[in-house]
Nanobody
């Protein structure tokens, strides 16, 4: 059973920064999705294993950075220049497959961490 343990969410003012972390009990392609109230889950970012090729959703390009520490089996999401519309529950995901932007293609999900950006 794969376990994903997230940390780092919280409340921040618009323009601020937060860093999310996710520790995995294995080596996978890993990424982040988010879901705001009343909206569908949205792809945020992905980093491949172990080479570290990265992909981003259009709404976060240039503001968010995903990275991984293979020695720790941990992925990070550095979020800068946060906006109110970034408010959502952020989910860490992992897959034994290839890069994908559909939630259906990720076998493993964390419990989610709330990120709230205030004006």
């Amino acid at each position: 059973q794969v376990e994903l343990v997230e940390s780092g969410g919280g409340l921040v003012q618009a323009g601020g920064s937060l860093r999310l972390s996710c520790a995995a009990s294995g080596r996978f392609g890993m990424g982040w999705f988010r879901q705001a109230p009343g909206k569908e889950r949205e792809f945020v970012a992905y980093v491949s294993r172990p080479g570290g090729t990265t992909y981003y959703g259009d709404s976060v390009k240039g503001r968010f950075t995903i990275s991984r520490d293979n020695a720790k089996n941990t992925v990070y999401l550095q979020m800068n220049s946060l906006k109110a519309e970034d408010t959502a529950v952020y989910y860490c995901v992992a897959t034994g497959g290839k890069y994908a932007t559909s939630p259906r293609d990720y076998e493993y999900w964390g419990q989610g961490t709330q990120v709230t950006v205030s004006l």
